[in-house]
């Protein structure tokens, strides 16, 4: 890992910035979308990208590195904190917004939305507005938990909604007019270990947040990564990032199967 700026910041290619004194240690789950996040995107021509929900932010920082012209929205007072900070740290001169934009309207090439959609009870509706700011020719790329049958106490913790089967999936982007190019199930076996593990700590946590809303839930569950930073030391040693490599691996050779935790979809318009 390179330092950036600030004692405690790094930036790595394999996972990006790094920031524990503010609150941001990637977890497991989120190096392997992120992966595969930036695998699809680098093959595209670089354009308007807006992410919607980008809690932290840190993707925000790789993507402008890749030479987008980056957009955020993050509604969370303290993900919007953080996300700012960690611009400040990287050098990025993208903003966040925390509100969407007056003008945004048929304005993005790429409109982003990562482990977004099942936080909200009406997902069509959410899509029909995200699609509302995509330019024409614009795609969409947005991650979902995936398979109805592994809800757990992850998911509570987290204020989700719904988790997504395929065919849900398919049908809702489908409805809405887009057109399918790629649909990926990423993060198998790894993802699928550390999601089964964290159920543990999910238990515990909700236990202690009380009576927390959905809406309470959704705005920390994109920041609040005190599990993870219990195990970022070996995360990020020569053993650890190994073993994030070889998961790597797996991961693109089981993409196409429904093996993985996560569905990660690109569409256009129909």
């Known amino acids: 890992m390179s330092v950036i700026s600030g004692d405690s910041s790094s930036y790595s290619r394999r996972s990006g910035i790094v920031a ?10 989120y190096l392997l979308r992120r992966q595969r996040i930036l695998s699809l995107l680098e093959t595209q021509p670089r354009g308007k990208l807006l992410e919607v929900g980008c809690g932290g932010g840190a993707l925000l920082c790789d993507l402008t590195r890749m030479g987008y012209n980056v957009h955020g929205l993050e509604t969370s007072s303290a993900a919007h ?30 409109v982003c939305a990562f482990d977004v959609l099942e936080h909200i009870e009406d997902d069509a509706q959410a899509l029909e507005q995200w699609l509302s700011w995509m330019a024409p020719g614009g795609k969409l790329l947005l991650s979902v938990p995936a398979h109805r049958s592994r809800w757990s106490a992850g998911d509570v913790w987290a204020g989700h909604f ?24 990423y993060g198998f076996p790894l993802a699928n270990l550390t999601e089964l593990l964290g159920n543990f700590a999910y238990r ?11 809406a309470e839930s959704t705005a920390e569950s994109g920041i609040d990564r005190r599990s993870y930073s219990k195990v970022a030391s070996l995360m990020f040693s020569l053993p ?6 070889m998961a790597g691996v797996a991961q693109s050779l089981t993409l196409r199967t429904d093996w993985g935790s996560g569905y990660l979809l690109l569409a256009h318009r129909a």
Not at 93 to 110: R, T
Not at 167 to 181: K, Q, S, Y
Not at 204 to 214: D, F, G, L, Q, V
């Open 204 to 214: 515990r946590m909700i236990a202690a947040r009380a009576n927390n809303s959905k």
């Open 162 to 185: 719904r988790r997504y089967d395929r065919r849900d999936l398919l049908a809702l982007v489908d409805a809405a007019g887009l057109v399918t190019e790629r649909l990926e199930c």
């Open 20 to 29: 524990p004194d503010l609150g941001w240690t990637p977890p497991i789950r």
């Open 81 to 110: 904190r953080m996300a700012s900070q960690l611009a400040g740290r990287s050098g990025s001169p993208h903003e966040v917004a925390a509100l969407p934009g007056e003008a945004w309207e048929g304005s993005f090439d790429f």
């Open 240 to 245: 650890g990032q190994a073993a994030l490599s």
